[in-house]
């Protein structure tokens, strides 16, 4: 196997091109890139600090407004955030703000700082389903106000999506170490069991004061077509056995890939970063209409990826597919190997006591239940964050906040 | 996030950290002096507060910067003389700021122009409630030359002067410095055996920042002209460094308390110029480019830097730095350490075998196919040019060689 999909694409700052970096950013006046953080890390803060040479308290700042730091430079659409609406565009091109923050944080891994500290302890304790970013986050907080805190999940690996999130971009050492930051805090992992089918909600509620669910979207989405096909693969199961078994993974030479999302592009590189000769993409949505990063799209291209706009599969024979244009008088036929689906993710709280409506737990206000002990969190919340790494780490915060509050108010025992 | 005491104590009082604002602009006013306050700074030495007979007269535009390649404010230079507001306003600042803020140390800078001046400001200051007063003896750019470093450069007139102003208060005092002069010993001396309790320095150096090439005029130019006045920020740092080394190195100041001030804009600056001597530090340039934020990193960096070195009191880094810096006819001139290049780092720029071409002793061999610099030993003089111009840290200290004739174990050799 090529090592190319176990080293991170994007080369990281060195000591000289990270003080390069910190120098274009203007300092700004109520900088806009802090106010546009999900997660209320002050980037304008951290930059300046790196600008004054104060690489430690830069690491402060990241750390302990964002548990998940380190992860987050790496994975945060900053284009779409912080980068936004950087007033250093009106010169040439923003900071590169993503980038400064993993150089914070590996600057805080390789010298070994200890930031996080756990708060007073009070006697109570919280249990959470699902140890994705929101959970995660809130067990971070949690532990800062006091509480004593278990995660539990269903999978033997704790991390939750982030486990899918191809080495190349996120590498698992990252996940690692964040979660280890979590341990030593005290924060206990119960994994390998699926809350609601090997341990019933109401045994976690009467361990805990309160119970928060930010079980995610968990599950690759079927086509209908597509069911039953042996030659079938879900994209986030490809994704995950990839990144577990770090690219040491039998492929075939010809693979069809089914979706135009960041997981068709995750699909998409990672199979050619491993050497699969013929990648071919065919997506719903047209160029114009893309729902994937600009820089995921055009990543994949760059690789030889062969994708196809604004067509639909209509007929699945065996491995081939025939797919329709969706306005124009237009087929093609394609015949692969193996098929991947990355066509959406779906959410799954069977025995979790909560009703989903598009996806999301909605009672009106955001990560309460019609159980005064029960929470959500992360993307089945029903909140103002995106569905996305920092959106969860944000609903994590509001979360803890929330439970620590009915806990105090007695709403929750 | 860290939190550790960075509490001093400099001429008996007790700043909160050591981190002032120096007299200038930046601490003009009660509204600019709370805000500092309230950012963090542990003390304002307030605008130089001048006699009420000495009328200020500013001119405009009254600044300019060095800039080298994409850096501005390599150096400032300015104009300014001393407080622009009345007298009785600075006093009326001066009271209520040490009465909203009691803990955090309020330090008047005065600037006499002759002994009953000086004396009564020191007067009025004190009875305003400063904790301490600073003299300004040092400003280059006074329109008169009773004031300013025309009387900083003068020992009998400095000790005078403050002579003048303990008769008028018995608050600690420091006198500010010009480095305007060859030497600030005489002068320190002189302002000790007048009354002074420590000193101050530096103040801006006399400059010429920029000539406007086509109007053939200094910068900045007041109705087509423009004068001689003092440079600060980040490029005087080291020449207050060594004013301040000079001083604590001369045995009848090694004790003496000093006030630290020229080009400090990061924690690290600030840690250099304790470890020359200082107990507090003092800021404008920096201020007034960055605003009073800058003080989070100075503070915070300080108590990591300290933390490194596990120290507990600011204090015991005072003046560590002191005993290394001897004269130059001491120093081990027995050995040469030559350059090694890190082959795996350089990047093949060239940019070492064209300073020691042209600048060094033409000992870079450059194998022009692979583009890859070595040593030629015979040559090579050990100066480590080629280490500075680097742009990517590829050139460390290397091998050591003794000079042929001299004895020693070349293990022994601290680099
Ligand atoms: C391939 C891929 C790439 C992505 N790339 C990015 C990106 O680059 N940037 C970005 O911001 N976002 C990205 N995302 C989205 C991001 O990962 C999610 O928004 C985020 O992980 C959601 O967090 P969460 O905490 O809500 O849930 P998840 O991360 O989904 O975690 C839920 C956890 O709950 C566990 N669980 C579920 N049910 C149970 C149960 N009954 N009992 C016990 N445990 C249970 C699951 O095993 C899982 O570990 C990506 C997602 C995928 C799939
Ligand atoms: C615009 C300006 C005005 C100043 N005014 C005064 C003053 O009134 N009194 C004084 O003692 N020093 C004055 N200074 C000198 C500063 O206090 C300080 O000694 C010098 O600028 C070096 O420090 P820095 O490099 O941090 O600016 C002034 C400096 C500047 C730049
Ligand atoms: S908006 Fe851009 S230029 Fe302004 S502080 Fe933030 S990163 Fe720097
Ligand atoms: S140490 Fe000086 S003489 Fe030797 S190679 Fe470097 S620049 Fe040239
Ligand atoms: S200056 Fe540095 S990077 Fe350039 S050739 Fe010399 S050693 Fe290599």
Redesign the pocket.
């Given at each position: 196997m090529d090592k190319k999909y176990l080293e991170e694409i994007e080369p990281g700052f060195s000591p000289l091109t990270i003080v390069e970096e910190a120098s274009r950013c203007l300092l700004c006046l109520d900088a806009p890139c802090s106010k546009a953080c999900p997660a209320g890390t002050n980037p304008d803060r951290f930059i300046r600090s790196v600008r004054f040479r104060n690489f430690k308290g830069a690491a402060e700042i990241v750390r302990e407004n964002n548990a998940l730091g380190a992860i987050c430079a790496r994975v945060c659409p900053t284009e779409k955030y912080c980068q936004k609406g950087c007033s250093r565009s009106g010169i040439d091109r923003p900071i590169d703000i993503g980038r400064i923050q993993r150089y914070i944080t590996d600057f805080e891994e390789n010298t070994k700082m200890k930031i996080l500290a756990s708060g007073k302890r009070n006697g109570k304790s919280v249990g959470i389903v699902g140890s994705g970013p929101a959970g995660l986050e809130a067990a971070y907080m949690l532990n800062k106000l006091g509480y004593d805190v278990t995660i539990y999940d269903k999978e033997k690996v704790a991390g939750g999506m982030l486990n899918f999130i191809p080495e190349y971009r996120l590498p698992n050492r990252v996940v690692v170490n964040e979660i280890k930051r979590l341990k030593d805090l005290g924060i206990k992992f119960e994994l390998g069991v699926s809350v609601g089918v090997d341990l019933p909600l109401n045994e976690l509620k009467s361990r805990h004061n309160a119970v928060i669910l930010g079980v995610g979207y968990s599950y690759g989405k079927m086509l209908p077509a597509f069911e039953g096909n042996r030659n079938v693969i879900l994209a986030v199961d490809l994704l995950k056995k990839i990144k577990a078994r770090k690219g040491n993974v039998k492929l075939p030479e010809n693979i069809l890939v089914i979706g135009g999302g960041d997981v068709a592009m995750d699909v998409n590189t990672s199979l050619k970063l491993l050497d699969v000769n013929h990648v071919t993409d065919v997506v719903y949505e047209k160029f114009s209409e893309f729902k994937a990063s600009k820089k995921e799209l055009e990543g994949a291209q760059a690789l030889g990826v062969t994708i196809i706009d604004g067509y639909v599969p209509e007929k699945v024979k065996g491995k081939t597919v025939t797919f329709k244009h969706r306005e124009i008088d237009a087929t093609i036929k394609v015949k692969a190997d193996k098929i991947i689906l990355a066509v959406g993710q779906r959410p799954d709280v069977t025995g979790l006591g909560v009703e989903l409506v598009k996806g999301e737990v909605n009672e009106g206000t955001p990560y309460v239940t019609k159980d005064p002990k029960v929470f959500v969190a992360g993307d089945i919340a029903n909140s103002k964050y995106d569905k996305t790494v920092v959106g969860s780490v944000r609903t994590g915060k509001e979360v803890a906040l929330k439970v620590d509050e009915a806990i105090r108010s007695g709403r929750a025992k | 996030m860290i939190n550790k005491d960075l509490s001093i104590t400099f001429l008996g009082v007790k700043f909160p950290n050591p981190f002032c604002l120096?007299?200038?602009?930046v601490g003009n006013c009660y509204d600019m002096c709370k805000k500092a306050y309230q950012v963090g700074w542990g003390g304002v030495v307030f605008?130089?507060i001048g006699p009420k007979s000495y009328f200020i007269d500013e001119v405009s535009p009254r600044?300019d910067k060095l800039n080298k390649e994409n850096t501005p404010f390599v150096g400032?230079k300015?104009m300014?003389?001393?407080?622009e507001h009345t007298l009785e306003e600075n006093l009326r600042d001066l009271r209520k700021l040490k009465e909203e803020f009691p803990n955090q140390v309020l330090i008047a800078?005065i600037m006499g122009n002759d002994e009953q001046t000086w004396e009564d400001l020191a007067r009025m200051v004190t009875e305003a409630g400063a904790d301490m007063i600073?003299m300004?003896l040092?400003?280059p750019q006074m329109t008169s030359h009773a004031m300013g470093s025309d009387v900083g450069t003068n020992p009998e007139l400095c000790k005078k002067y403050c002579q003048a102003v303990k008769r008028g208060s018995s608050l600690p005092m420091m006198a500010?410095m010009t480095p305007n002069i060859t030497d600030m010993v005489p002068v320190a001396l002189a302002c000790l055996e007048g009354g002074a309790d420590g000193i101050a320095a530096?103040?801006?150096i006399k400059s010429i920042c920029n000539i406007d090439l086509d109007k053939k005029i200094g910068l900045p130019i007041v109705d087509g002209k423009s004068s001689i006045s003092?440079y600060?920020?980040k490029a005087?740092k080291p020449v207050a460094l060594r004013f301040i080394q000079q001083m604590r190195q001369d045995k009848r100041l090694k004790d003496v308390q000093i006030s630290g001030?020229?080009?400090?804009e990061t924690w690290e600056d600030a840690a250099e110029f304790i470890l020359v001597g200082s107990r507090t530090l003092?800021?404008?340039?920096?201020i007034?480019q960055y605003g009073y934020r800058i003080v989070e990193d100075l503070k915070n960096g300080l108590m990591h830097y300290m933390e490194e070195q596990h120290v507990e009191h600011l204090e015991e880094l005072v003046g560590l730095a002191n005993k290394n810096i001897i004269p130059a006819e001491n120093l081990n001139r027995d050995y040469i350490v030559r350059p090694e290049f890190d082959l795996d780092a350089c990047v093949h720029c060239g940019r070492c075998y064209i300073s020691c071409y042209d600048g060094g002793h033409q000992a870079i061999v450059w194998d022009e196919v692979n583009r890859t610099p070595s040593v030629n030993k015979d040559k090579c003089v050990g100066c480590l040019l080629c280490g500075h111009v680097c742009p990517v840290s590829a050139i460390s200290k290397g091998e050591i060689t003794i000079k042929p004739g001299r004895k020693q174990d070349p293990k022994k050799i601290r680099l």
């Open positions: - | 120096s007299s200038s602009p605008k130089t600044f400032f300015n300014e003389q001393i407080a800078s600073e300004n040092s400003c500010k530096i103040n801006t003092g600060s920020g005087v001030i020229g080009g400090i003092q800021v404008t340039t920096a007034m």
